[in-house]
């Protein structure tokens, strides 16, 4: 560590105590000794593979930002306390030196593209949307991604969709695959290692993605498992095959499941949904793999966590029996 880099290092363990041990802590553990996960296991925070005096730089900036004007962004709270203060900065300053492993590296890159989304209006300007109303575990789902293409690398560094809550504030990015590019058995390769853990859902539906409310989308998974039979037991059927049986197709194409009036009138009459969705308004998805990162909303689950358990939201449809939606945590 240079002589400048250690005299601001000094200045900064000064500011440690201000204010840290005050702020309520944003989370809840999974069981009553989990501590959250930071992000980080290395202070790589510029994600260039090397821990060095830049990225102490970067943290004592940061953390003078925090001070000054309560900044917080789960990148650089190294020590995973809620704050990012002078602990961060030594934490950083140990690592000088430290071996990278490729997986650092990646969630890096991760979390400094989404730190642009700490603006909400940020998120608005780049053509997100949201895709589900707030649930509990996960908040507001918001995507605008790039259709990943089994023929490309999977790109860690971009990931497609965010996860707020319901003011807007970012707490984790999310990527999403479809079953036609990445088969059901064979989800996108992530972030290297095996720390990341994807999920799936399949036979879905969404209605009513919007900007403004949230609350208006409507999102299920499993609709076959869910929906797929009558109160009294006898499977729903049409023209003579079951919901099950039926392909859920591409959004748009002729066989698209979720926009027929059949599938729509009866998910009302059981409450699924209020209203008949606007034209246009509905996405429809055979199936796709799920990866959450956590970059803000540091979680006790791992950061690659499929759930947080201090995330509140209306609950998610519950499953029937031997169904699951593949979050775990």
């Known amino acids: 560590m240079t002589n400048r880099t250690l005299r601001l290092f000094s200045l900064l363990l000064v500011l440690a105590g201000i204010g840290s041990l005050a702020q309520a802590q944003h989370h809840e ?36 930002q925090a001070h000054a004007t309560g900044f917080y962004y789960g990148l650089y709270d190294l020590n995973a306390d809620g704050v990012i203060d002078g602990l961060d900065v ?15 590296t990646q969630v890096a890159h991760a979390a400094l593209y989404a730190e642009r989304y700490l603006k909400f209006d940020n998120v608005l300007a780049d ?11 996960h908040g507001v789902h918001w995507w605008r991604a790039p259709r990943y293409r089994p023929t490309e690398e999977f790109e860690t560094a971009v990931p497609g969709g965010l996860n707020l809550d319901a003011a807007g504030n970012l707490m984790a990015v999310y990527y999403a695959a479809d079953f036609s590019m990445y088969p059901m058995e064979t989800p996108p390769a992530g972030f290297s290692g095996h720390e990341d853990e994807w999920h799936m859902h399949t036979h879905a539906c969404g209605w009513n993605f919007n900007t403004e409310d949230p609350e208006r989308v409507t999102f299920i998974d499993y609709l076959p498992q869910r929906f797929g039979y009558y109160p009294d037991g006898h499977p729903l059927q049409v023209e ?17 499941t979720c926009t027929q009036p059949w599938l729509i009138n009866y998910l009302m009459s059981v409450g699924a949904i209020v209203e008949a969705p606007p034209a246009g308004s509905i996405a429809n998805y055979n199936g796709f793999h799920m990866l959450h990162l956590w970059v803000n909303r540091l979680n006790p689950c791992g950061r690659f966590g499929g759930t947080h358990p201090g995330v509140e939201g209306r609950p998610v449809t519950a499953d029937p029996p031997g169904v699951g939606g593949g979050h775990g945590g």
Not at 240 to 256: I, T, V
Request: hydrophobic share 40%.
């Open 29 to 64: 553990a999974c069981d009553p000794d989990a501590p959250p996960a930071p992000v980080l296991n290395v202070a790589d925070v510029n994600g260039d593979g090397i821990v060095d005096d830049q990225d102490v730089l970067i943290v004592i900036g940061k953390a003078q």
């Open 90 to 104: 030594a934490a950083a300053g140990e690592d000088i030196g430290k071996p990278v492993p490729l997986v650092e």
């Open 127 to 137: 053509g997100y949307e949201a895709t589900t109303p707030e649930f509990e575990g």
């Open 240 to 256: 003579g095959k079951r919901l099950e049986d039926f392909w859920f197709g591409e959004q748009g194409s002729a066989n698209n």
